[in-house]
């Protein structure tokens, strides 16, 4: 597993990981209203109905949302916070879909939850190309 101090959207990287909660609102968008989610769904416009569609049809899963950026879910409802659980299921399916692709992963853990150390260990089992960045602006 690695780690890196970078930015987010202008590292170089094939792939972007978006921390998302798998809720859905009522009008079919997914919620993004936090973190690294929210200024993805500001600067990409529809990326809320894309993953949106995809949750309702798929489930609370890891998709490719647009060429390039992934969902990567770290809680299983809006509500619930973050857990070992879903952050280690996510990462099984991020490994899937990017096989050796350079793939940029914000340390899922918003909040400071659950605690870095349970979440490192969990994901340490990550190849070299997935690569955990503590996010920069």
């Given at each position: 597993?690695?780690?890196k101090?970078?930015?987010?959207?202008t590292?170089t990287?094939?792939?972007?990981?978006?921390?998302?909660?798998g809720a859905?609102a009522?009008?079919?968008t997914?919620?993004m209203?936090?973190?690294?989610a929210?200024v993805?769904a500001?600067?990409?416009?529809?990326?809320?109905v894309?993953?949106?569609?995809?949750?309702s049809?798929?489930?609370?899963?890891t998709?490719?949302?647009?060429?390039?950026?992934?969902s990567?879910p770290?809680k299983?409802?809006q509500?619930?916070?973050p857990?070992?659980?879903?952050?280690?299921?996510?990462a099984?399916?991020?490994?899937?879909?990017?096989?050796d692709?350079?793939?940029?992963?914000?340390?899922?853990?918003?909040g400071?939850?659950?605690?870095?150390?349970?979440?490192?260990?969990a994901?340490?089992?990550?190849?070299d190309?997935i690569i955990?960045?503590q996010?920069?602006?």
């Amino acid at each position: 597993m690695m780690e890196k101090t970078a930015n987010l959207w202008t590292e170089t990287a094939e792939y972007r990981c978006i921390l998302t909660s798998g809720a859905v609102a009522d009008d079919g968008t997914a919620i993004m209203d936090s973190g690294i989610a929210k200024v993805a769904a500001a600067k990409f416009a529809g990326l809320d109905v894309d993953l949106g569609r995809l949750v309702s049809s798929r489930g609370n899963h890891t998709h490719i949302v647009r060429p390039g950026l992934i969902s990567f879910p770290v809680k299983q409802y809006q509500w619930s916070g973050p857990t070992i659980d879903v952050i280690t299921r996510s990462a099984h399916e991020l490994c899937e879909l990017v096989g050796d692709a350079i793939t940029l992963l914000p340390r899922p853990n918003e909040g400071g939850k659950p605690e870095w150390d349970q979440v490192a260990e969990a994901l340490s089992f990550l190849p070299d190309n997935i690569i955990l960045i503590q996010h920069t602006a």
